[in-house]
């Protein structure tokens, strides 16, 4: 019985280890459909719906035709026929047909579609995990600055092709690019609070260059047409837009899905990269604690001022006078140290700031009460 026992055992044990050890693979959700656009050949599409885990895609439209000129006609020989004079048998000059060469038009045969040329795209970021796309047959490469993309794009193929990309975008606080910790990366995100700031530096010929190794520098690259950005669905109105600063300003937008789309170089944009910030709305975690902590700390707080003014003499019980202090003060002092640790972690924003004022209003209520009370009460006489 304790031999199978241990073999159950020893079996668990191993299994835990192995799923948890194994390689973990971050899932790529990423839907062209809100992105769609004629107008644009290649976007990148960055998607900030899930805070600070932003996800992405390529999207690849049919190339537009290149205009080409009519069949021209070619001079080929053909036979006509001409009169000329020859002597008879009477002496005169009879007319007898001879064959010469004249030109005449003809057409071109029309060539038969050229093969897709396979073509490529440099992302300034590595990243996860990537989506494979059939109809364009897409291949994903991850490095360690860059992830290279693959495709081949057709004047037949319909519009709207996805290719998603799990990208590796880091988080900084503005300490952290104060101390120009972010100066390598060419995209990241700056958290502070509720507020956020996406950080995206064109890529540049140069750049690009020295990005790739030799071996890939012949390849055929296709530059980016626009970069298309979606907010979070949380994303909060600041003076009626959900966009607080962006540079460069948008070329044109989706304003229902809080999209909008930004050149795709540093030319076209007129520069060196696209900054944009927003603010997001606290989630119903940070909204319960500073509503209950608020309510928790006007609860116990003037009970335990009230019992701290009090003289001894006024109460019953001195041990249990100071039992209870005690026991309110361990509260108060686990509500502070909460509330630091918490301000340390998310950072200050603006239900937080919000917070903290209520607070004080309740601090000072009580204050002022207890105040009052002591000034108005009488002492009895014996």
């Not at 107008?39 to 999207?59: E, I, K, R, W």
């Not at 995209?187 to 010929?205: D, H, N």
């Amino acid at each position: 019985m304790i031999t199978k026992l241990q073999r159950y055992l020893i079996l668990l044990i191993f299994f835990v280890f192995a799923t948890s050890c194994g390689p973990a693979r971050t899932a790529v959700n990423f839907d062209p459909k809100p992105f769609a656009n004629q107008n644009h050949n290649l976007v990148l599409c960055l998607d900030l719906q899930q805070d600070l885990s932003p996800s992405a895609g390529l999207l690849v439209n049919p190339p537009k035709p290149t205009p080409t000129a009519g069949p021209s006609p070619v001079a080929s020989p053909s036979s006509s026929v001409t009169a000329s004079a020859t002597p008879g048998a009477s002496g005169r000059a009879s007319p007898s047909p001879t064959v010469s060469p004249s030109v005449v038009p003809t057409a071109t045969p029309t060539p038969s579609p050229t093969t897709p040329i396979q073509r490529f795209v440099v992302l300034p970021f590595a990243s996860v995990q990537a989506q494979s796309n059939e109809d364009i047959v897409s291949t994903w490469g991850s490095y360690r600055q860059f992830t290279l993309i693959s495709y081949f794009p057709s004047e037949s193929m319909g519009y709207g092709n996805g290719i998603g990309i799990a990208p590796r975008i880091p988080i900084y606080t503005p300490d952290e690019v104060a101390a120009k910790e972010s100066s390598a990366e060419p995209v990241y995100i700056i958290a502070s609070g509720e507020t956020r700031t996406l950080v995206f530096k064109f890529l540049t010929a140069d750049k690009q260059s020295s990005l790739l190794p030799p071996q890939l520098q012949h390849l055929p690259f296709d530059s980016l047409d626009a970069i298309a950005v979606k907010l979070p669905n949380d994303a909060a109105q600041v003076a009626g837009s959900y966009f607080i600063n962006e540079s460069p300003t948008h070329e044109s937008e989706r304003s229902d899905l809080r999209i909008r789309y930004y050149a795709g170089d540093a030319a076209r944009a007129s520069v060196r990269g696209l900054q944009l910030s927003y603010v997001i709305k606290p989630n119903s975690v940070q909204s319960l604690f500073v509503e209950y902590a608020l309510k928790v700390l006007g609860v116990f707080f003037v009970p335990g001022l009230t019992l701290y003014f009090l003289r001894r003499e006024g109460t019953t019980s001195p041990a249990k006078r100071n039992q209870l202090l005690w026991v309110l003060g361990i509260i108060q002092a686990a509500i502070v140290i909460g509330v630091v640790v918490y301000y340390a972690v998310f950072g200050v924003s603006e239900s937080q700031v919000k917070a903290t004022l209520d607070t004080v209003l309740v601090l000072g209520g009580g204050v002022v009460s207890q105040i009052v009370v002591l000034l108005t009460a009488k002492e009895k006489k014996p």
